[in-house]
């Protein structure tokens, strides 16, 4: 089953209204390495991690020599653990945690590509900068000497209004061209899940984290 989920989602996916190639990050949280190397040998070329604890179990298992992405919320305690690892972080949300990892990085003599995750619906129960307190955030982060911002990430909140869920994700592609007008390095807008990742790719997204398309639904 999870070689056709990815064979059919790759196959119909091509490029963003803006030309940009799309590309899909399996969330592999709860599936097993068996699993992730299915998806793998049918096409995926890059996963993401929630936890850390299962990122470094599972990470020897791991076939096929996937980049790796880390999605989910991170403690400052647990940053050493995954560095050298990942190569993209998508969830920086607060000014504390982009400088305790640029002091990683800057310690082992590695710059670490990261995103920053915007909370684009406000919702208390996620992390992530206020849109208001995004561009601050950003010029604060991007003099950290080890760190480089890639771009944003974001998760729109579950809805079935269509309609708002589109206006949420334009207003991630416009902060994002802003962000990218001023700064070359900026290349990856990482929005779009099992649920919604369609009007994410029409709004602009160019990177999809897809954990129930690719592997089926899952328990938690
Ligand atoms: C689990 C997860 C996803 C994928 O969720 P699905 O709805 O199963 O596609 C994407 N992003 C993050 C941060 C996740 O934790």
New binding site residues.
């Given amino acids: 089953m999870i070689e056709e989920n990815v064979k059919s989602l790759l196959g119909s996916l091509s490029v963003n209204p803006y030309g940009e190639k799309v590309t899909v990050v399996a969330?592999v949280?709860t599936q097993t390495p068996e699993d992730i190397n299915a998806a793998i040998r049918a096409g995926i070329t890059d996963i993401?991690d929630?936890r850390v604890q299962e990122f470094t179990q599972k990470y020897a298992a791991i076939e096929g020599n996937p980049k790796r992405h880390f999605?989910?919320r991170l403690q400052t305690n647990k940053i050493k653990y995954l560095i050298g690892k990942v190569d993209l972080y998508?969830?920086v949300d607060r000014i504390d945690l982009a400088e305790e990892l640029s002091l990683a990085g800057h310690k082992k003599g590695a710059s670490l590509n990261i995103l920053l995750q915007v909370n684009i619906g406000n919702e208390v129960t996620k992390g992530g900068f206020e849109f208001d307190k995004l561009f601050s955030a950003y010029e604060r982060i991007a003099a950290m000497p080890a760190l480089k911002i890639k771009g944003l990430m974001a998760?729109l909140p579950a809805s079935d209004d269509a309609a708002l869920l589109s206006s949420l994700a334009r207003k991630m592609r416009t902060a994002y061209d802003k962000l990218k007008d001023g700064d070359p390095g900026i290349s990856v807008l990482s929005m779009g899940?099992?649920?919604d990742y369609r009007l994410c790719i029409d709004a602009g997204s160019n990177m999809i984290?897809?954990?129930?398309?690719v592997f089926g639904k899952?328990d938690v």
């Fill in positions: 969330a949280k993401g929630n999605i989910g998508h969830s998760m899940m099992s649920g984290r897809l954990g129930t398309a899952r």
